[in-house]
């Protein structure tokens, strides 16, 4: 898997690179994740929040407290498209989940 993948949102506003291979890749099938993403599943590779570059467009960020922990996600989405991009988190502010629909080629992760 390559150090630094690129991609962006549907419309292509938004783009980032990201520096250094994912500490994780996950799918995650919570009620959470069903409807942040609407379907059956969210994907997600998760990274050092410094190891993300964010270098066009603007995003906003929805708060959302969770049932299980209580603690807010938060979820970046683009302005003019609404693409879902990323996901940060109050229990984990090191770290950054980059929605793996968004990669260039999504298949490097």
Not at 2 to 30: D, I, S, W, Y
Not at 54 to 83: I, L, P
Request: glycine share 6%; hydrophobic share 35%.
């Amino acid at each position: 898997m390559p150090n630094q993948l690129e991609g962006g949102c549907l419309c292509g506003a938004v783009r980032f690179k990201t520096r250094q291979a994912p500490m994780r890749t996950l799918v995650c099938h919570c009620t959470f994740c069903q409807r942040v993403t609407g379907s059956s599943f969210y994907a997600e590779s998760m990274f050092a929040n410094d190891a993300v570059v964010f270098n066009a467009g603007q995003m906003s960020c929805y708060e959302h407290v969770s049932d299980s922990s209580q603690k807010k996600v938060y979820v970046h989405f683009c302005t003019r498209c609404g693409t879902t991009v990323s996901l940060t988190f109050e229990r984990w502010p090191a770290v950054r989940a980059i929605s793996r629909g968004c990669y260039d080629a999504p298949d490097a992760v």
